[in-house]
């Protein structure tokens, strides 16, 4: 059975507890000019005494970092935080949380490298945790600085640091995140991968969907494998922080092969390099708007519904107005549930409802009357069906849409899809065909069918290739996506 680096020795049973001796933070005065950045600087950099050849390219990344430093901080005046003895403590005001809707300079990310001085960590072929962890925070350290965030690490050098310590480092300087790099190990000399750790005890959604983004970047970033995204409530420190928080385990120091790269400049780089970017990823997320056609059905469209209400998410249903008749509970559950309702057509006969304008007019207004009469809403929002542009509307389309624009109504296309709108379709292919048709755009519209049953049962794995998208529904105030 795998062993989780943070329990493999007694000192690792200890990042379960909570020590005594606490020490406080303080925080000094930030000068600003305009639009200037302000990054909190690290204290003084000290060279660290080792024999492990790692404490030169620890050094090595501190240079490079301090050069980052000063090219941000060009113009701005500098702010340092120190840790305090014993004797100098005070209470310091948290920068508020909330909305993370500010300026990079104005989000505080703090980072803690676990274990140091005596706790060495795991450990395998002469390679400390402790050293590792530091060099890869380093690393992620560095590349937020360049993209203008305030950032601070619990440790930047060798010493041991007390979980309540790391924790409130965290708490007692208002930090918006909080990211805390470990290595793993196991009995089984081939376990590999990265995982991640969250705790639902502390911002659970949001920390659990931190987890899944900085996962998904690091591993893109590294190749590595990808391991299981764990909630545990033992962890202290991902525990008692107050903001979003997570776990990182970035490989395995008990497997040689994966020891070898995690020791290398080069793949520190990579991995603090994917993990920034999953942080930058969570604090800017994209938008996604999940649209279904060609409902309502009464098992399938329950399915998705019973999904996307346990994730707390709202879509977007075209409805079909013969669907809508034969299921009208259906329709108002959809209504009911707070999701956005657009027609798609009464009857799904291409032919018949392209043959002319006004046939397809008729066709819309008599959807619209079922749909009216079914939820008490009345439609602005249309889906095209075929989408606004397909072989059997090539002479019609523009005109239609020509008088639907003048009557007040939007019609959406798409632009990914997961082709579910085949015959037999497979679940593994309909997640592949959605997450390559995203290409990283940072609005999209995703086509999906809620009568198709292979939707259904693929979609909580589908919601969960994508953490870096906020789930939206369609509004008339949404730009549309039109072919």
Not at 19 to 25: A, C, F, K, T
Not at 113 to 139: F, M, Q, R, S, T
């Amino acid at each position: 059975m795998r062993k989780s680096g943070l329990y493999t020795s007694d000192l690792y049973i200890e990042y379960a507890g909570a020590y005594s001796d606490p020490i406080e933070w303080r925080e000094k005065s930030i000068g600003r000019t305009g639009k200037n950045i302000a990054i909190f600087l690290l204290a003084a950099v000290i060279g660290i005494v080792s024999v492990n050849p790692l404490a030169g390219r620890i050094n090595q990344i501190k240079a490079a970092m301090s050069q980052t430093s000063k090219a941000a901080m060009a113009g701005t005046n500098s702010t340092k935080l120190t840790l305090l003895p014993q004797s100098e403590q005070e209470s310091v005001p948290g920068i508020p949380l909330g909305t993370l809707e500010k300026e990079p300079g104005d989000i505080l990310i703090v980072l803690d490298p676990g274990h140091g001085g005596e706790d060495e960590g795991c450990a395998g072929g002469g390679v400390e945790e402790k050293e590792i962890n530091l060099g890869i925070a380093l690393e992620i350290q560095r590349k937020l600085l360049e993209k203008g965030y305030q950032v601070r690490l619990t440790r930047n050098e060798d010493v041991g640091l007390t979980l309540e310590e790391r924790a409130k480092a965290a708490n007692e300087t208002g930090a918006d995140l909080y990211i805390s790099i470990h290595q793993n190990s196991s009995e089984e000399a081939d376990a590999d991968g990265i995982e991640v750790w969250y705790s639902s005890q502390n911002q659970g959604e949001e920390s659990e969907r931190l987890s899944r983004i900085i996962q998904k970047y690091a591993v893109q970033n590294t190749g590595a494998r990808s391991r299981e995204i764990v909630e545990n409530e033992e962890p202290y420190v991902i525990r008692e922080c107050t903001m979003p928080s997570c776990l990182i385990e970035t490989g395995f120091l008990s497997n040689k092969a994966e020891r070898g790269k995690l020791a290398a400049p080069e793949y520190q780089e990579q991995l603090g390099e994917g993990i920034a970017a999953g942080i930058d990823a969570y604090l800017n997320p994209k938008t996604m708007y999940l649209t279904f056609d060609d409902g309502p059905s009464e098992e399938n469209t329950a399915r998705v519904l019973d999904i996307l209400k346990a994730r707390n998410i709202k879509a977007t249903f075209f409805l079909v107005g013969e669907n809508v008749e034969k299921h009208p509970e259906m329709a108002k559950r959809i209504a009911d549930e707070g999701h956005t309702i657009g027609i798609h057509c009464y009857s799904h006969d291409y032919k018949a409802l392209y043959a002319s304008v006004e046939s397809y007019l008729a066709d819309f207004e008599k959807a619209q009357e079922v749909v009216r009469e079914a939820t008490g809403i009345e439609v602005k929002l249309f889906r095209f069906p075929g989408g606004s542009i397909n072989s059997y509307n090539k002479q019609v389309y523009q005109q239609i849409a020509e008088e639907m624009t003048q009557r007040g109504y939007i019609y959406y296309d798409w632009n990914a899809s997961l082709e579910d709108a085949v015959k037999n379709p497979k679940a593994e292919t309909l997640i592949q065909n959605a997450v390559s048709s995203t290409l990283g755009r940072k609005k999209v519209i995703m086509l999906a069918h809620d009568v198709v049953g292979e939707t259904g049962l693929c979609l909580e794995e589908l919601l969960d290739q994508f953490p870096e998208y906020q789930m939206e529904s369609l509004t008339e105030e949404v730009e549309p996506i039109q072919f």
